[in-house]
């Protein structure tokens, strides 16, 4: 196994800081659109069950 020092390891996993920013930033993008789709995917069974039928939906003429 190949042992590195802690330096080596710290260097390894250093960011330069003016990436930080876009990091967090796509950090928090991730999560936004993670936590959308999950709300969307419970609030739209909900919501059309309210509104009852629908009047587009059906059979059309043909």
């Not at 996993?13 to 999560?31: E, G, H, Q, T």
């Not at 509104?51 to 939906?57: I, K, L, R």
């Amino acid at each position: 196994m190949n042992k590195r020092s802690r330096t080596e390891r710290k260097a390894a996993v250093n960011l330069d800081p003016a990436l930080r920013p876009v990091l967090w930033v796509a950090i928090l993008a991730s999560f936004v659109a993670f936590l959308d789709g999950a709300i969307i995917n419970v609030a739209l069974p909900a919501m059309s069950s309210r509104s009852g039928p629908d009047p587009n939906a059906g059979s059309h003429g043909g």
